[in-house]
Nanobody, 126 residues
Framework: VQLVESGGGSVQAGGSLILSCTFS????????MAWFRQVPGKGREAVAA???????IYGDFVEGRFTISLDNAENTLYLQMDRLNSEDTAMYYC??????????????????????WGQGTQVSVS
């Protein structure tokens, strides 16, 4: 299984980016997928997650600025990020828990719950 992120880059404060994560190498009918981010010297921070029933959950800092979506037909996870600010600067990682019936209702699955990770894509906001 391979997760490949894309879409990172540099953007001015107030701008937008769309991150993509393509899942390949296996077919799972049910999975839980998420975005995490990390800055040097700190642990991975939960950004957004989506489960197999399309429930979603977001980190508290998101405050309505990001939207996670999962296109099962294309095996791709997206993260639409709007109103970016300098504090959003980080390496963004895609993660998958598969196969999984894990729900994100009311609780964000921590990093230890994911068995596949991408290499990350850098987002820089100035």
């Amino acid at each position: 299984v391979q997760l490949v992120e894309s879409g990172g880059g540099s953007v001015q404060a107030g701008g937008s980016l769309i991150l993509s994560c393509t899942f390949s190498g296996a077919t799972y009918s049910r999975r839980c997928m998420a975005w995490f981010r990390q800055v040097p010297g700190k642990g991975r921070e939960a950004v957004a997650a989506a489960d197999a029933d399309r429930r979603t959950i977001y980190g508290d800092f998101v405050e309505g600025r990001f939207t996670i979506s999962l296109d099962n037909a294309e095996n791709t996870l997206y993260l639409q990020m709007d109103r970016l600010n300098s504090e959003d600067t980080a390496m963004y990682y895609c993660a998958a828990n598969a196969p999984s019936t894990r729900s994100v209702a009311g609780f964000f699955p921590g990093p230890h719950e994911y068995n596949y990770w991408g290499q990350g894509t850098q987002v820089s906001v100035s």
